[in-house]
């Protein structure tokens, strides 16, 4: 593995400031001029001030690519093609020069030294020169290649010569001074026995980033169309020696659509099945797992359910029509025949929510972080999830720059890394994305070279590399192909599985290096959590909480998507877009009664509305808390809302001693005990007293009524007592001389009268 190396622009030679600005010296008389302008104050602008011309100029950016126009090879009696390209970025022409190319002194025999050559600290000595070659005028902002061929013997290399990576330059030099130099390399190669290096490769195959959690159908059918993106990954690797990184949003996403998937994305699902290529898993979504490990999360996150997204109606299919059994006679003409019933859909039995994930994988212990940023903490967590093997990129890993190139495996406290090495795999994803064929010869030149700097520093010693392709698109499956097809063309290289890659000894040499995450992406990652453990507790209020936590959870595998690294300002956007929406979901249930309500008892019921916006019931528990002592509240109410609706729940409350106003703090709780939104104040007046005097005015009224009617009954019975000793008759005890009826309230005064005897 190499760390920290990069294929940088070819150096430039400072000369090239000087032969270009010497060009636009001003004359002393327009200097003058200028000053004494200045001096006078004339405010005026000076149409051939150096000023001005000055911030035309932009900085010296001429600059030389050379590299092999054909194979990267180069053998005893051959030619070498070589390609200059010479870019002017300036706002100056660049006047007709020569390119002058030149062999390294000394071959290239360690990365360091590769290295050293490819990006040298200063000009230097370019070598030997092989060739001189006229140029014409280059314009400002326009590139120029140039085809060369140098002779064979120009070149000096024979069989006597060790074979490995050669360093070339090439110069390009105009009235006598060097505007730019650029460095290339190829490999002489006489033929000689080499021990080949074991390369694995492995390449990410996933989807552009989204908070969705699933792909729509219609992105789907786009990106496994024939030139989609997801095509133009998996033409370019199938059934070739590389290892398939494969994000399972995309075979949920395909898989749960059921008969209405479109017809190219279950074709393309079917390849992949039948690819003879490793897989393995990447996390949901490519969540970048060293995120979620540096945000606080103990364990790789996955999907809850996708059971609320199933719809069984789209898992029918119609049984095949029977066929003729050998030996079934047909029936003679006119012979009437029983119609056969016409099928019937058959049902097919809905996936799981783990049937929508399932796959054969090659090995599912893999993790493959964000490049770079994995801490040291970090690799418990992924330990603690079954991710025993971590894919490290060279950056977090250390090594001395004079130690030969090591294996890839390295020991980890709680497992064993997989170092890519930086070098080759920048070569190999530069070569993938080429959109030009120079653009590919140059990147595959560079790779050959890398590669052969390996197998050279230790000969009879086999080594084991990993590259990895990036989280990118290729442009096209072809270049991705032809570049896999250049690396199998080189002897000194050998593909190599990833099981192989994972059992080749431990390096000795390398060494874990923590990174970490930035700042930034940590924090907002918190949020990210926090807010999960807030939608999940607010859930259990609800009669399906596994649609809502669910949901969520699939938008924020998306949000924590490796891809969003390179594209910070539109994660920003779509995480507030993420909190947004669910601070909208913690709101749903709320407290609609305002106030304010009069209390004109000992002992009433306030009646308290409670709203529910979600399209699933919810349970919750009333509580009310008085900011005063002038009512006591009863027990909390629970209560269950149903869908998109409200309720009016009763709270009893007693009136204490004392009148006055009453602020009633009313929250919402999940049975689980986990308050809902925030408390909503409802004001209360209190008129305990008045209770009080109307029960004594209605028992005055009482007393009065019935003291009045005994009053009333006692003065006619006393009337009744003084006629009759009036009359000197006393009514016999044992003869009714007649009847009373009455409510005995006094308020029914009825007599009937006796009947005579007949004679």
């Excluded at 200045?38 to 600059?63: E, I, M, N, R, Y």
């Excluded at 390399?185 to 989204?210: C, E, N, R």
């Excluded at 002592?629 to 027990?635: C, D, F, I, K």
Aim: proline residues 8%.
């Amino acid at each position: 593995m190499e760390a920290g190396t990069k294929r940088a622009r070819r150096p430039v030679h400072p000369g090239v400031v000087r032969s270009l600005t010497s060009r636009l010296r001003m004359p002393l008389s327009v200097l003058l001029v200028t000053l004494l302008l200045a001096l006078t104050g004339f405010a005026g602008t000076f149409p051939g001030s150096s000023a001005a011309h000055a911030a035309a100029t932009p900085p010296d950016t001429v600059s030389i690519d050379v590299f092999p126009t054909g194979s990267p090879i180069l053998r005893p009696g051959q030619p070498l093609p070589v390609t200059v390209r010479i870019t002017n970025s300036t706002a100056d022409s660049i006047p007709a020069g020569t390119i002058k190319l030149y062999l390294a002194k000394r071959a290239l025999t360690s990365r360091s030294a590769l290295d050293s050559w490819l990006k040298p600290k200063d000009i230097g000595d370019p070598g030997d020169r092989m060739l001189s070659h006229p140029t014409t005028t280059i314009q400002p902002g326009s590139t120029a290649s140039v085809k060369l061929s140098v002779p064979a013997d120009a070149i000096g290399l024979g069989a006597a010569n060790a074979w490995g990576a050669r360093g070339i330059a090439a110069t390009l030099t105009a009235d006598g001074e060097v505007l730019a130099q650029g460095r290339g390399t190829f490999v002489w190669y006489s033929g000689d026995p080499v021990t080949p290096v074991k390369l694995a490769v492995a390449m990410p195959i996933t989807a552009p980033q989204s908070s969705a959690g699933l792909i729509p159908a219609e992105e789907l059918e786009t990106y496994t169309q024939e030139s989609g993106l997801l095509s133009r990954q998996l033409d370019g690797v199938i059934d070739r020696p590389v290892a398939i990184a494969i994000d399972p949003m995309i075979i949920a996403s395909i898989r749960v659509l059921g008969s209405s998937a479109p017809p190219s994305a279950t074709e393309w699902l079917s390849r992949l099945s039948a690819a003879t290529n490793d897989i393995f898993p990447l996390s949901y979504a490519d969540a970048d797992i060293a995120l979620q490990a540096q945000a606080g999360s103990k364990t790789v996150l996955s999907p809850i359910s996708f059971e609320w997204l199933i719809d069984p109606e789209l898992f029918t299919e119609a049984p095949a029509t029977p066929q003729p059994t050998p030996g079934t006679i047909a029936p003679t003409p006119g012979q009437a025949t029983t119609p056969s019933p016409s099928p019937t859909p058959g049902e097919v039995t809905p996936p799981t929510s783990a049937g929508l994930l399932d796959w054969d994988y090659t090995m599912t212990d893999i993790g493959w972080p964000a490049a770079g940023v994995v801490a040291k903490n970090d690799l418990d967590v992924f330990a603690a999830s079954g991710l025993t093997t971590t894919i490290l990129s060279g950056s977090n890993v250390t090594q001395s720059a004079d130690d030969p190139t090591p294996n890839t495996v390295l020991a980890l406290g709680s497992g064993r890394g997989l170092a890519t090495d930086d070098a080759i795999s920048r070569a190999l994803r530069t070569a993938a994305r080429a959109t030009t064929d120079d653009e590919w010869h140059e990147a595959v030149a560079e790779a050959s070279s890398q590669l052969a700097v390996v197998s050279a520093e230790r000969p009879g010693t086999a080594r084991t590399l990993l590259a990895t392709f990036d989280r990118g698109w290729p442009a096209s499956p072809n270049r991705l192909g032809e570049t896999l097809d250049a690396l199998a063309a080189l002897p000194w290289q050998t593909p190599a599985t990833l099981r192989e890659a994972r059992s080749a000894p431990q390096a000795a040499t390398v060494a874990f290096q923590a990174q970490a995450e930035s700042a930034a992406r940590v924090d907002q990652g918190r949020q990210l959590l926090r807010r999960e453990a807030e939608v999940g507790a607010f859930a259990t209020a609800l009669e399906d909480p596994v649609r809502v936590t669910g949901a969520h959870r699939l938008e924020l595998l998306a949000l924590l998507s490796a891809s969003w690294a390179d594209d910070p300002a539109a994660w920003q956007q779509s995480t507030a877009a993420s909190f947004a929406a669910s601070g909208a979901l913690l709101r749903s249930v709320t407290v609609t009664t305002k106030g304010p309500i009069n209390v004109v008892g000992s002992k009433v019921d306030i009646p308290v509305t409670l709203s529910n916006a979600l399209g699933q019931s919810v349970s919750v528990r009333v509580q009310v808390v008085p900011s005063n002592g002038r009512l006591v509240v009863g027990n909390d109410v629970e209560a269950t809302i149903d869908a998109e609706s409200a309720r009016t729940v009763k709270v009893p409350v007693t009136a204490a001693v004392g009148n006055g106003d009453v602020t009633l703090r009313v929250s919402l709780y999940t049975p689980a005990g986990t308050r809902i939104d925030r408390p909503a104040e409802i004001a209360v007046s209190v008129h305990a007293d008045w209770e009080g005097l109307g029960a004594l005015l209605f028992a005055a009224v009482v007393v009065l009524f019935f003291g009045f009617g005994v009053w009333r009954n006692i003065l006619r019975r006393r009337r009744e007592g003084a006629a009759s000793v009036g009359a000197g008759t006393e009514p016999d005890a044992g003869t009714g001389t007649g009847t009373e009826t009455g409510t005995g309230t006094g308020t029914d005064d009825v007599t009937t009268p006796a009947a005579e005897p007949r004679g």
